[in-house]
């Protein structure tokens, strides 16, 4: 398929900075627009229109896929995500070269990194749609479209962020870090790190799995909703896929058995639940993990 730039010849009074619709006038029609989404093709303009608008303002952080509920749960707003998978229905595929590498795809990477207050080394990239908020760092890494990424966060080397994920401020995504991304099927969450979470290397965060504010999770640890959070002073199951806020969490395993034998399964093993004085202090906090023979 040819390519199909913004805004199409004969098209140019649409551009999506443009429209003044009311908010839940747009909601109304992308979710029109998604229940025909089969039909969907470049040259529906309309729809077309009111996608890219979704796009525009998820890029400068006016909208956003999830956030955290006055309550405390996370509340997903389906119609934008709709609007993405919309997206990808909407456009062509183009061609970009940069230097020697060629690259096919229907979305552009961002731009305007020095507007934005946003490092980015040479080696990184993020998709347009995705939001990067002031004093955030890129190493080489990856941030997908619908993502969210807050304040002062470290994306490190060879982190991914993948679509729709919600990261807080002052997080760190330590070398290697998955975040895992989801745009189906409906109504599935996405995962979020909450403010001042560390997350070691080589962690995988998973399938709308949550670390709660201030945690840190050991490197190598895994984390998804299938995945049990257990207590080691008590030994009782917390939560599943979900470190509460202050934790010291770590990869671990417990035994279960089956017809065929006794088998280790994974679990998250909560090892302390810090105190006040311990939360900001990151020598006290690599003491934690050394002494249970944990690195970050």
């Given at each position: 398929?040819?390519?199909?730039?913004?805004?199409?010849?004969?098209?140019?009074?649409?551009?999506?900075?443009?429209?003044?619709?009311?908010?839940?006038?747009?909601?109304?029609?992308?979710?029109?627009?998604?229940?025909?989404?089969?039909?969907?093709?470049?040259?529906?303009?309309?729809?077309?229109?009111?996608?890219?608008?979704?796009?525009?303002?998820?890029?400068?952080?006016?909208?956003?896929?999830?956030?955290?509920?006055?309550?405390?749960?996370?509340?997903?707003?389906?119609?934008?995500?709709?609007?993405?998978?919309?997206?990808?229905?909407?456009?062509?595929?183009?061609?970009?070269?940069?230097?020697?590498?060629?690259?096919?795809?229907?979305?552009?990477?961002?731009?305007?990194?020095?507007?934005?207050?946003?490092?980015?080394?040479?080696?990184?990239?993020?998709?347009?749609?995705?939001?990067?908020?002031?004093?955030?760092?890129?190493?080489?890494?990856?941030?997908?479209?619908?993502?969210?990424?807050?304040?002062?966060?470290?994306?490190?080397?060879?982190?991914?962020?993948?679509?729709?994920?919600?990261?807080?401020?002052?997080?760190?995504?330590?070398?290697?870090?998955?975040?895992?991304?989801?745009?189906?099927?409906?109504?599935?969450?996405?995962?979020?790190?909450?403010?001042?979470?560390?997350?070691?290397?080589?962690?995988?965060?998973?399938?709308?799995?949550?670390?709660?504010?201030?945690?840190?999770?050991?490197?190598?640890?895994?984390?998804?909703?299938?995945?049990?959070?257990?207590?080691?002073?008590?030994?009782?199951?917390?939560?599943?896929?979900?470190?509460?806020?202050?934790c010291v969490a770590v990869s671990a395993n417990r035994k279960r058995e089956f017809a065929?034998?006794?088998?280790?399964?994974?679990?998250?093993?909560?090892?302390?639940?810090?105190?006040?004085?311990?939360?900001?202090?990151?020598?006290?906090?690599?003491?934690?993990?050394?002494?249970?023979?944990?690195?970050?």
């Open positions: 398929m040819n390519g199909s730039p913004w805004p199409p010849p004969g098209f140019e009074d649409a551009e999506p900075r443009q429209y003044h619709g009311d908010m839940s006038d747009l909601e109304t029609r992308i979710n029109q627009w998604y229940d025909n989404i089969a039909d969907m093709t470049p040259e529906n303009l309309e729809a077309r229109r009111d996608v890219e608008l979704v796009i525009t303002k998820l890029d400068d952080g006016q909208l956003r896929v999830a956030e955290i509920g006055y309550q405390g749960d996370v509340v997903v707003h389906e119609w934008v995500r709709k609007a993405i998978l919309l997206l990808f229905r909407l456009r062509g595929l183009e061609r970009s070269e940069v230097g020697p590498f060629e690259y096919l795809d229907r979305l552009e990477l961002k731009r305007d990194y020095e507007r934005r207050g946003v490092r980015v080394v040479p080696g990184a990239s993020a998709r347009r749609g995705s939001f990067l908020s002031r004093g955030v760092i890129l190493m080489p890494s990856y941030v997908n479209i619908g993502a969210w990424v807050g304040p002062n966060t470290m994306v490190d080397t060879w982190a991914t962020v993948g679509s729709c994920a919600q990261i807080g401020a002052n997080v760190h995504l330590s070398g290697g870090v998955g975040i895992g991304g989801v745009l189906e099927p409906a109504n599935a969450v996405p995962v979020v790190i909450e403010d001042d979470a560390f997350i070691g290397s080589r962690c995988m965060v998973v399938e709308g799995a949550r670390v709660g504010r201030g945690s840190v999770l050991g490197v190598g640890t895994a984390l998804s909703p299938s995945i049990p959070v257990i207590d080691a002073a008590t030994g009782e199951e917390v939560s599943r896929g979900h470190v509460p806020d202050y065929g034998g006794e088998f280790f399964l994974p679990c998250v093993l909560i090892i302390r639940r810090m105190s006040e004085g311990e939360r900001h202090n990151k020598v006290a906090l690599n003491d934690i993990l050394r002494e249970h023979g944990v690195g970050t």
